[in-house]
């Protein structure tokens, strides 16, 4: 059966599409996708010449399976996503850098400082952890999200933290720039319904277990409630390999952005897991087209509470900047951010 999508400009009336459609036997709706209207329709009349004197579609493309609103040809020229004042997808490299959790106070306010200084674009750090064991540190919940608040008030940059639970997204939404979805979330469909409706920016992290297509098919669930404003992110997949956390997929980068339309991100210290490796992997990650970069920083890594072993001291992180600005000139693409006076926190 045969399944297309017309795009149209924001504002179209489609109302004439849709009971063109609906006369034909083909099953149609629109969705309101950034500044464009989609109508995707699935029967025969999508074969049909429709009558005179509708509006003509910007462009129509040929789809099927179930990866629709985020298919490249429906957007060639890629998606920005906006995250307070950061850009992704513009074809500079953007680095939101941060704790893996907020902690304390103390430790957020030292390590959002180090990510302003070095020229992060946005403040990560989870208020909210969903951990393996229940035994472990679950995070500052609500107070956490108090001191993220804060930081992001002192340096000004975004702040993206991660919600586990669909009822938690109104509130978030509220104070937060962006949602994160974890990797063991991405196939919570309740979930990614909640933030899709919210209208944030939303980085969804693709499952350890799954695949490049479960990844973009989730992606959907987003998409699908009209909030086109999503971050693909690539954090390792688990393999036979146990010499590194997990194993990071970087031809998944290139796959999704040939596939995709979304920008993609990649977090090369929940995949490899050691600091020494993170460097490479971030610059390997800009090569091969990452949009964005989602890295774990820390003042006192020894006594962090969650992921310290992976984390950068404030040191290793203003080199990798260093050597990332570097390689972004070479490949013809600029860094998203400026190196900036440390904010002075009381």
Known sequence: MSESLLVF??????????????????????VKLGDSIVVIAKGPGTEIPAPAGLPAPKHEVASKGDFRLGRRELRPEGTIVTIGDAKVGDGSVAVFAGPCAVENREQMMATASVAAQY??????????????????????????????????????????????????????????????????????????????????????????GCTVDETLAASEYITAQGNDQVVLCERGIRTFEHSTRFTLDLSA????????????????????????????????????????????IHVQPEQALC???????????????????????????????????APDFA
């Open 9 to 30: 400009a924001a504002g179209t009336n489609v109302d004439g599409w849709l009971q063109h459609f609906d006369s034909t036997g083909t099953t149609a709706n629109s």
């Open 119 to 208: 020229g992060s674009v946005g403040l990560r750090g989870g208020a909210f952890k969903p951990r393996t064991s229940p035994y472990s540190f679950q995070g500052l919940r609500w107070a956490g999200l108090e001191l993220l608040e804060e930081a992001r008030a002192h340096t000004g940059l975004p702040i993206l933290t991660e919600c586990v639970d669909p009822r938690h997204v109104e509130r978030l939404a509220e104070t937060i720039d962006g949602f994160q979805i974890g990797a063991r979330n991405m196939q919570n469909f309740e979930l990614l319904s909640e933030v899709g409706k919210a209208g944030l920016p939303v980085v969804l992290k693709r499952g350890f």
């Open 253 to 296: 980068v290139a796959l999704m952005k040939q596939r995709s339309h979304l920008p993609v991100m990649v977090d090369p210290s929940h995949s490899v897991g050691i600091p020494a490796l993170v460097e490479p992997m971030t610059l390997a990650a800009a090569a091969a087209g990452a949009d964005a970069l989602l890295i774990d």
């Open 307 to 341: 992921d310290g072993k992976q984390a950068l001291v404030p040191e290793a992180f203003r080199g990798l900047m260093t050597k990332l600005e570097l390689l972004a000139m070479g490949i013809g693409r600029k860094m998203g951010g400026v190196v900036r006076p």
